[in-house]
């Protein structure tokens, strides 16, 4: 079937198809780590994740949401039994569609009682808050935007930091959920309870007053100096030295979580600080009429206390199945503040095994959930290519960096294609290129930088002095296994206008025989760099600054650009991935005005809705592309900001609405260096003859479109000629230039 497909591409190259291009999630592919087959593999990576569960699917099991502050991207995850009838988190991208854009934070709790978990998650100074209105089918209504609380200036906006977390728990013991945040200077907390039972006789309403000045009688400026039986009749926050303060000192950043931590029917408090890398638990020794809080353990928990570099948040969800909540410790920054922050160990699980109101716990691991799934910390940048010869696509995946002993280093993973569908790391640091050089932000690449029709690996980097391009000629032929060696390393020099973070291709944009080299800007332009020069001497001159008249749009921003034939039309489209997490597609781009780019219809299949749309993947998306599955049909391995990938197959119709002949044979590249390879549409046998008429050698092909080659570094330069001789047809004879 696979050869059919291919000879209905083969006899139709050149023709024009539908225009549309489309892909879906798909889970076929499998990814072996470490000995274990990552379950979720392809669920995108976690960077500063915000745990909440509510039910998805329709059995009785509630499923997991993870909001990453980093992209305000949710990721869902079903509760799953495997064959042992153990539960496990199976990735579920069909339901992330069904939420609305969420942006910081999200917290799913059930508001009125109805058995369906509600969202309140960030506005603008404050919160909004949608009720879960599902039947058969997830659905959502905003009901208040903001959420309103009484105070002393009447009715306002419930203040919440956009930084923040507040916490969302029936604090008094009523039956409602009431609401405590931090106020605007972050130094105390306030509490605003919910008076649906009190005046309505049910929860269905969100009718809030504060509570008092301070809630627990205590202010803070950071961290570690909390001050205990404070005044609470004043705003004002005390400094440093436990005096009150003449000036209000902003120092907004808090992360709270209320619970019951011994048992006692009272809330207590922990909290996380921007400024901080533990977080402090206070005791409450009040009662349901009044916290008060008299000391703080900063420590906490005192088993292994929580160690971020900075700004831990925490979470209390049931995340073993044990019917008891756990505690989950994240990052809650919007970034890796410093390159400090390890992203592959970014979410600190502590099993509880002693009671929701009176909890034991116990640290079980440091990547709950990233052990699951292909997650190499922070902007995963792949590429294919066959590296190994072997006939399929491996996939290598470069990273921000990660710090360890030599400090912080960006690497490069390599992946074996083992066929079936498989995948395996086979080394996290290629050609150890970490421990040679102090590179971040890598983004590895294939192409023929050398002119000499072999591809070489490259790679861009960004380095103190600023940004650098390389690449290691590979001195093996194609279709074999690449020969690289890293002294023989080359950097590129007098390229224009290359700042940190930009993400070249090298592509024949004009359509001359030369790559030229494109440059997505983290602006969102894209620079066209016309190659002046020749493919083994190129000379990259500034042509364009907003190619195809792409301006500057810092909200999508940080263009990362791949060309492949998404069509089978032999024209190559170029794909853009973008820093809001969607892709564009612009079809056969070298036909494309320069001035005016047209971007063609695509999108990822909403498996909930059926139809074609711009699903949110990730953020700060690189995208690389090759056919894994043997249908011949492109599909997409895409890297995510948060250190992960995500694989959409493709399933581009491919309709023929014309009937030209192709080309019979290609002969490449020519001029030549080094080698000169040859692919056919028919098998036949093939002559390398000098000017003499001399045979100096002799290949031949069996299978439709097979490629050949001849090695001619050892011949004089000079004109060759090809001889293709096939069984029934004519005779063909191409000249050949050789030029080292």
């Known amino acids: 079937m696979k050869k059919l497909i291919l000879l209905l591409l083969l006899s139709n190259l050149g023709k024009s198809f539908a225009q549309n291009f489309t892909f879906q999630y798909n889970n076929t592919l499998k990814v072996i780590q470490n000995g274990q087959t990552l379950t979720n593999a392809f669920a995108g990576g976690l960077n500063a994740p915000q745990f909440s569960k509510c039910h998805l699917d329709n059995d009785n099991v509630e499923d997991l949401v993870v909001f990453d502050r980093t992209n305000a991207k949710i990721t869902t995850f079903l509760a799953k039994k495997d064959n042992a009838g153990k539960y496990f988190w199976q990735y579920a991208p069909e339901f992330e569609s069904v939420f609305p854009s969420i942006q910081h934070w999200m917290l799913l709790v059930d508001y009125d009682s109805d058995g369906k978990k509600d969202i309140f998650t960030y506005t603008p100074a404050g919160i909004k808050v949608y009720r879960n209105i599902s039947t058969d089918k997830i659905a959502w209504q905003l009901i208040t935007d903001p959420l309103y609380s009484t105070g002393y200036s009447g009715r306002i906006n419930l203040y919440t930091a956009s930084t923040d977390i507040p916490a969302i728990v029936d604090v008094d013991n009523d039956g409602d959920l009431d609401i405590v945040a931090f106020d605007s200077s972050g130094n105390f907390l306030l509490f605003h309870k919910n008076f649906s039972q009190e005046n309505y006789k049910d929860n269905t309403h969100l009718e809030f007053k504060r509570v008092g000045d301070c809630w627990g009688n205590f202010f803070k400026e950071h961290f570690e100096d909390a001050r205990f039986n404070q005044d609470c009749g004043s705003n004002t926050p005390v400094g440093g030295n436990g005096n009150a303060s003449s000036q209000k000192v902003e120092h907004s950043g808090n992360a709270l979580l209320v619970i019951d931590l011994d048992g006692d029917g009272l809330k207590d408090a922990l909290y996380g600080h921007v400024t901080a890398n533990r977080v402090a638990a206070l005791s409450n020794n009040g009662n349901l009429n009044q916290t008060i809080f008299t000391k703080a353990d900063y420590y906490f928990p005192n088993q292994k206390p929580i160690d971020f570099s900075v700004f831990p948040a925490i979470y209390y969800e049931d995340l073993d199945f044990d ?126 930088m050398n002119g000499d029709g072999t591809e070489d690996f490259g790679f861009t980097a960004n380095t103190f002095n600023g940004m650098t391009i390389q690449y290691i000629p590979n001195r093996a032929p194609r279709n074999q296994a690449f020969s690289l060696k890293l002294s023989e390393i080359v950097t590129l020099s007098k390229i224009n206008n290359l700042s940190n973070g930009d993400s070249p291709l090298f592509f024949d944009l004009d359509n001359d025989g030369k790559k030229d080299l494109l440059i997505g800007k983290g602006s969102g332009r894209i620079e066209f760099h016309k190659n002046s020069g020749s493919n083994e001497n190129p000379n990259y001159v500034l042509t364009k600054e907003e190619l195809g008249g792409l301006t500057s749009d810092y909200l999508s921003g940080n263009v990362s650009l791949a060309a492949a034939d998404l069509n089978g039309d032999g024209k190559a ?124 050698g002799r290949k031949t092909s069996t299978n439709l479109n097979e490629e050949v080659y001849f090695d001619l570094s050892t011949y004089p330069n000079g004109t060759y000629f090809i001889r293709i001789m096939a069984e029934g047809k004519a005779p063909i004879t191409e000249k050949v230039l050789l030029n080292k």
């Open 323 to 448: 019917g008891i909540k756990d505690l989950i410790a994240a990052p809650n920054g919007y970034d890796n503040a410093l390159q400090t922050v390890d992203y592959q160990n970014s979410a600190w699980f502590f099993k509880n095994s002693g009671q929701n109101n009176k909890p034991i716990l116990t640290y079980q691991q440091s990547n709950f959930l990233q052990n699951t799934m292909v997650d190499l910390g922070e902007n995963a940048t792949p590429v294919l290519v066959d590296i190994d010869g072997d006939g399929d696509k491996d996939l290598f995946v470069g990273n921000a960096g990660n710090r360890g002993d030599t400090g912080y280093r960006a690497n490069i993973a390599l992946y074996e294609n083992k066929g079936n569908n498989t995948f395996e790391l086979k080394t996290a640091d290629f050609l150890d290129l970490s421990k040679a050089q102090q590179l971040f932000e890598i983004k590895p690449f294939v192409t023929d």
């Open 573 to 696: 489209e170029l794909i853009t991935g973008n820093r809001d997490g969607t892709f564009k597609v612009y079809k056969n781009i070298i036909d494309q005005s320069q001035n005016l780019f047209k971007e063609d219809s695509s999108g990822v299949l909403n498996d909930l809705t059926g139809k074609h749309e711009h699903l949110k993947l990730g953020g700060m998306l690189s995208i690389t592309v090759g056919d894994l599955d043997g249908d011949v049909i492109p599909d997409f391995i895409v890297g995510t900001n948060s250190g992960g990938l995500r694989f959409l197959k493709g399933t581009t119709k491919f309709t023929v609405t014309g009937n030209e002949e192709s080309k019979s044979a290609l002969i490449y590249p020519n001029p030549a260096n080094h080698y000169i390879y040859i692919k056919n549409t028919y098998p036949a046998e093939y002559h390398l003859i000098d000017f003499s008429g001399k045979d100096l």
